[in-house]
C-alpha cells in the first residue's frame, strides 16, 4: 500500500508533462514565427536601402561626380545592420563605361540568379556564430518615372544594369529572438509552478483533508455511533458520501444490536439445552444406580471423587466436566444384565461372573453410536472401567496408559466408593482399611499417580462421603 503514488505526485507527474510538452511546442511555433517576422524586417530594410544607394549613384552619375560615390557608399556601409556593401556591373555597363573601382564586386552564382530572374535574392545563414543575411538587389533599365536610366545607359528597356550586394547583420535580431523565447519560458514556467501549486492545494482542501475527516469520522460514527455532520463538507460528493455512510452505519449498528441480543439468547439457550443434557446423562446412570440396587448415592460420590482426581491429575477444565458429566454412566452397560445375575445377593459362579463382565461391552455398545463429546467420553468409560493397570482386567486386557485416564480414574473412585460403603455382601470398611486395600493394588489394578492423589485427597474424600451419605 505505501508503494502507491499519492493523489499529489500523480497530478503533479501528468501535470508537469503534459504543460511541458504544451510549452515546447509553444516555444517551437513562436521561435519559428519570430525568425520569419525578422528576416521579412531585415529583407524589407535592404530593400530600402538598395532605393536610396540606386537614387544616389543615379544622382552623382547625373551630377557628372560619379568618382565622389565611394563617399556616398562609404556611409550607407556604416549604417546599422550594414557590414558591407558592394555594387556589381552588367556586362553591359562595363562595356559602356568600363569597370569601376571600389565597393565593386565580380558576378558569382548568386548574383547571376538575381540578374536572371531580375528580383532579389536573399541568402541567410543565421543558423551559425556570426548570423548575417547576404541581399542581392538588382537594378532594371526603366525610362519611366523620374529615374529615366535609359538618358545615360545605351540598353534596352529592362535590362539588368547591376545589383546592390548587401551584407545584413542579423546579430540582434536573433538575440532579440533568444531573449524573447527565455522571457517566454520563464513566464511559462512561472505558470507552470503555480497551476501544479493551486492544483495542490486544491488536492489537499477539497480531497485530501475531507477524506481524512470522513474516514475518522466514519470509525467514530460506528464505534461511538456519533452521526457524521455533513454540514463539514463543501463538495456536494463529499457531502453525499457522508449521508451515505450515516445511513450504511445505522443499518448496521442495528444489525449489530439484534446479533448481540440473539447470541445472548443462544448462549443462554446453549447453557439450559447444555444443563439438560447432564442432567439427563445423571438421572441415566441414577435410573442404573436404582435398577442395580447400589448403595444410594453411589453415583453422585463417584462423580464428586472423579471431579477430585480428575483435578489431581491436572486435567483441563474441559476435560475434568466431560469427566464428571459421563461418570454416572460407568455401569450403564448393567441394564443389560438379567435380574437373576444382577440383583443376586451371594457369590456368582463363573458362568454368572462371565454373563455380569459383559456390562462393560454392553454400556460401549449402548453408547458408542453418538458423536456427542459426552457420551463418547461415556463409551470409553463403560467399556474401559473394569481395565485393570496391569493387564489383567476386562473386556480388552489394556495395559497402562493405554487405558484411558478418565476410566483408570473412574476404576479407582468406583472401588474406592465400593469398599467404603455397605453392600448386601458386605459391611462398610473404615477409610484407612479402603486405602490400604488400594495402596497394596496400585501398579496392579491401579495407576500409581493415581492412588497417590487419592491418598492425599482423604480429608476431602471424607467431606463428600459424608455429603452424600447412604
Ligand atoms: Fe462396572
Ligand atoms: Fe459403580
Known amino acids: 500500500m505505501d508503494d502507491k503514488p499519492s493523489l499529489k505526485s500523480i497530478t503533479l507527474k501528468n501535470l508537469t508533462s503534459f504543460l511541458m510538452l504544451l510549452t515546447l511546442i509553444v516555444l517551437v511555433l513562436l521561435a519559428v514565427n519570430f525568425r520569419s517576422i525578422s528576416i521579412k524586417i531585415v529583407e524589407d530594410k535592404a530593400l530600402a536601402i538598395s532605393e536610396v544607394v540606386k537614387a544616389g549613384i543615379t544622382a552623382h552619375m547625373k551630377g557628372g561626380i560619379m568618382d565622389h560615390r565611394d563617399y556616398f557608399l562609404n556611409e550607407i556601409g556604416s549604417l546599422t545592420l550594414v557590414n558591407d556593401v558592394s555594387i556589381v556591373r552588367s556586362h553591359e555597363v562595363n562595356a559602356q563605361f568600363g569597370k569601376g573601382r571600389h565597393f565593386e564586386k565580380e558576378i558569382d552564382h548568386i548574383t547571376k540568379q538575381a540578374f536572371e530572374s531580375k528580383q532579389p535574392v536573399f541568402l541567410i545563414k543565421d543558423i551559425q556564430l556570426q548570423p548575417y543575411m547576404r541581399a542581392i538587389v538588382p537594378f532594371i533599365a526603366s525610362s519611366k518615372g523620374e529615374l529615366n536610366c535609359l538618358q545615360c545607359h545605351q540598353v534596352e528597356e529592362g535590362t539588368v544594369l547591376g545589383a546592390l550586394d548587401l551584407k545584413m547583420d542579423l546579430t540582434e535580431y536573433r538575440a532579440t529572438t533568444i531573449k524573447l523565447l527565455l522571457a517566454i519560458g520563464i513566464i511559462t514556467t512561472l505558470f507552470i509552478v503555480l497551476i501544479i501549486a493551486n492544483n495542490f492545494r486544491t488536492i489537499q482542501r477539497y480531497i485530501q483533508e475531507p477524506l481524512h475527516r470522513l474516514i475518522k469520522q466514519g470509525e467514530e460514527a460506528y464505534y461511538s455511533n456519533i452521526p457524521i455532520n455533513t454540514n463539514l463538507y463543501e463538495c456536494k460528493e463529499f457531502e453525499e458520501v457522508a449521508q451515505e455512510i450515516n445511513h450504511f452505519t445505522k443499518d448496521v449498528l442495528q444489525t449489530k444490536s439484534i446479533i448481540e441480543k440473539k447470541n445472548v439468547q443462544l448462549a443462554e439457550l446453549a447453557l439450559e439445552i447444555e444443563g439438560a443434557h447432564k442432567e439427563t446423562v445423571f438421572t441415566m446412570g441414577v435410573i442404573e444406580e436404582h ?58 459362579s463363573d458362568q454368572e461372573f462371565t454373563v455380569m463382565k459383559t456390562h462393560t461391552t454392553i454400556g460401549y455398545n449402548m453408547l458408542s453410536h453418538s458423536k456427542g463429546e459426552t457420551l463418547q467420553a461415556a463409551t470409553i468409560i463403560a467399556h474401559q472401567h473394569h481395565e485393570r493397570w496391569d493387564g489383567s482386567g476386562y473386556p480388552q486386557g489394556l495395559v497402562g496408559e493405554d487405558i484411558h485416564i478418565f476410566a483408570r480414574i473412574i476404576a479407582l473412585v468406583d472401588v474406592y466408593d465400593a469398599l467404603s460403603t455397605k453392600r448386601i455382601y458386605k459391611k462398610a470398611w473404615s477409610q484407612e482399611e479402603t486405602l490400604t486395600h488400594i495402596q497394596q493394588e496400585s501398579g496392579q489394578h491401579f495407576d500409581p499417580q493415581l492412588v497417590d492423589i487419592l491418598i492425599s485427597c482423604r480429608n476431602k474424600l471424607t467431606r463428600i462421603k459424608q455429603k452424600y451419605h447412604e
Open 291 to 348: 435398577r442395580s440396587q447400589e448403595t444410594k448415592n453411589h453415583t453422585i460420590r463417584v462423580t464428586k471423587y472423579s471431579h477430585l482426581l480428575g483435578q489431581g491429575a491436572g486435567l483441563s477444565e474441559e476435560d475434568i466436566d466431560l469427566l464428571t458429566t459421563a461418570a454416572p454412566l460407568h455401569d450403564i452397560g448393567k441394564l443389560g444384565i438379567p435380574d437373576t445375575i444382577l440383583l443376586k445377593p451371594g457369590t456368582l
